[in-house]
């Protein structure tokens, strides 16, 4: 199992583009972070930090206590998985089920531990009975799990997911959910950037937001959604949950029970059936 340290992180791209300012940010074994922000935040810039793919231009990034400015790529890799926001950009086999072998085998697996792995990962995103196609006869939703099942192969110690969840239905939200949910069971970290502020309020313990380079709240989801903090995500144009916007007019606080706020509002005067079932048994 790895921690992570970035401290101080500043990084300026080489056309000049400051994208980070005086990171800090230590993440635990086992934790599962999501990290939000307004486009430009620079959230995929701050990720990439974690696998050496860049390297900070002020201050450290650390692995378990070691700062890994020697290190090269292919040994940070071996810890640090990223799956990319764009899966057309990572994708590059023809074959799906040599796709999701290709990581175990340059970690130094053999063909057969290789494949198994890769069907395991390709049985967790739902994509088992896709193991002979062509990954480019399947379509967006499918290859960004195709990409997702391509690093969750690779067993490392850190996972992390570049906007999971684009052009996912429901149920591949759930399976992505699910993922997250057995890595962080084994005890490996879970990073994730993301929009959708439900997905992230229901699925992540702690709650990383960007604004300009910086690092402008960290917390617990009812933390980092509670209402004191609505004009700093606003200033990220982030909004919160509807969830926590129902709570805070309720006042039941920003992660209320449906069961909950049916209470308030019946207390409030509201001629609510409660014999009413919203969802199908
Ligand atoms: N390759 C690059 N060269 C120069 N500037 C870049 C590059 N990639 C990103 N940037 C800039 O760095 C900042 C942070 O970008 P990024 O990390 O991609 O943000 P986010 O992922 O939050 O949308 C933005 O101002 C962006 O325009
Ligand atoms: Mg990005």
């Known amino acids: ?39 430009g935040s620079g959230k995929s810039t701050l990720v ?3 696998n050496g793919l860049l390297r900070p231009t002020e201050g450290r990034v650390l692995h378990d206590g070691e700062d890994v400015a020697g290190r090269r790529v292919s040994a940070l890799a071996a810890r640090v998985g990223i799956v990319f926001q764009n899966p057309d950009r990572q994708i590059f086999a ?123 709240l960290d917390g617990d989801p009812a933390k980092v959604f509670a209402e004191p903090t609505w004009p700093i995500l606003a200033s990220t144009y982030l909004e919160p949950t509807y969830a926590a916007r129902v709570g805070a007019r309720l006042a039941l606080g920003p992660t209320p029970r449906e069961q909950d706020v049916v209470d308030a509002l019946v207390r409030q005067g509201a001629a609510i059936d409660p014999e009413r079932t919203i969802l199908p048994d």
Not at 19 to 35: F, K
Not at 116 to 140: F, H, K, M, R, W
Request: glycine content about 12%; overall charge negative; aromatic content about 4%.
């Open 48 to 50: 990439r930090h974690l």
């Open 94 to 216: 023809g074959k799906v089920r040599d796709e999701v072998a290709f990581g175990p085998r340059i970690l130094g697996r053999s063909a057969g531990e290789a494949q198994q792995a890769g069907l395991d990962a390709l049985t967790a995103v739902g994509l088992a009975e896709s193991i002979d196609a062509n990954p480019y006869d399947l379509g967006y939703s499918r290859r960004k799990l195709l990409a997702l099942a391509s690093v969750l192969a690779m067993g490392t110690p850190v996972l992390v997911l570049d906007e999971p969840t684009t052009g996912q239905d429901a149920r591949g939200i759930a399976r992505v959910q699910q993922v997250i949910a057995d890595v962080a069971a084994t005890g490996r970290t879970v990073i994730a950037i993301s929009h959708d502020m439900r997905f992230v309020a229901e699925t992540f313990g702690r709650v990383v937001a960007m604004g300009a380079g910086r690092v402008l």
């Open 1 to 39: 199992m790895t921690s992570l340290r970035l401290e101080g992180v500043g990084f300026v791209y080489p056309d000049g583009t400051r994208a980070l300012t005086d990171v800090d940010l230590a993440i635990e074994p086992g934790e599962r972070v999501a990290i939000v922000g307004q486009n």
